[in-house]
């Protein structure tokens, strides 16, 4: 049984590109979440989906921000236009339903 | 949303040395808690569940003080390789979502 899986692992965008994040989560788990973590900061919530549906998404910026987890593929998370102070590790973690998440290696987000 | 708030730390201690961590949350509403490990630059793993009657792991011990709103994470026999991170998570009914408390270091040297 595969853990929560991520993609890519590292990405590099330039300021004003889109970057799109992929997780996998583990199977038979039907709940994802989004949380970003800033170099020396704790973890912050951003988005809880279930499949084809955003639960809580109030730990997202407005703008540029979206997310999505689709019937089928994994879940995406979309930064458009992108700036500096988005760079940082993006996690995502599931779980089956209220118990515990499980984490994917992340998704470390630099932006030139 | 509702805080957790950790002591920051660092916890430098030897190597044989019992160390405890307390957390606070501000829901009372909160129904799960959990304790993670992260080490540097690596994801969070859960290190254990925290439930109401306490719990043991080896040598780990999670407590949970719902009058005061605080658990406790009591690590005995510290090695080298339990320097980490140590994460507070709680969750509460509704929309569930996990709400990590910021974190202790914790530093065992020889």
């Known amino acids: 049984n595969a853990g929560v899986m991520q993609n890519p692992r590292h990405l590099v965008r330039r300021r004003g590109q889109e970057a799109r994040l992929r997780c996998s989560p583990m199977?038979?788990?039907?709940?994802v979440y989004w949380y970003r973590q800033l170099p020396e900061e704790g973890l912050k919530f951003m988005v809880y989906?279930?499949?084809?549906?955003?639960?809580?998404e109030s730990g997202m910026p407005k703008e540029r921000f979206s997310a999505e987890f689709p019937k089928e593929g994994p879940s995406i998370l979309r930064i458009q236009q992108v700036v500096r102070g988005d760079s940082a590790a993006y996690f995502c973690a599931s779980s089956p339903a209220t118990g515990e998440a499980f984490f994917g290696q992340g998704t470390r987000l630099t932006v030139v | 949303r509702k805080e957790v708030e950790q002591d920051p730390g660092p916890f430098n201690v030897p190597e044989g040395a019992t160390v405890a961590f307390n957390c606070t949350y501000s829901n009372s509403a909160s129904q799960s808690f959990f304790w993670y490990r992260q080490d540097c630059r690596k994801e969070p793993k859960l290190l254990m569940s925290?439930?109401?009657s306490g719990n043991e792991d080896g040598r780990f011990t999670a407590q949970l003080n719902r009058a005061s709103q605080y658990i406790s994470l009591l690590i005995r026999d510290s090695k080298l390789s339990d320097s980490a991170t140590y994460l507070c998570?709680?969750?509460?009914?509704?929309?569930?979502?996990?709400?990590f408390g910021r974190g202790t270091s914790l530093i065992v040297h020889p």
């Open positions: 989906l279930q499949k084809e549906n955003i639960i809580d």
């Open positions: 199977k038979g788990h039907s709940h």
């Open positions: 998570v709680e969750a509460s009914g509704g929309s569930y979502i996990p709400t």
């Open positions: 925290v439930y109401s």
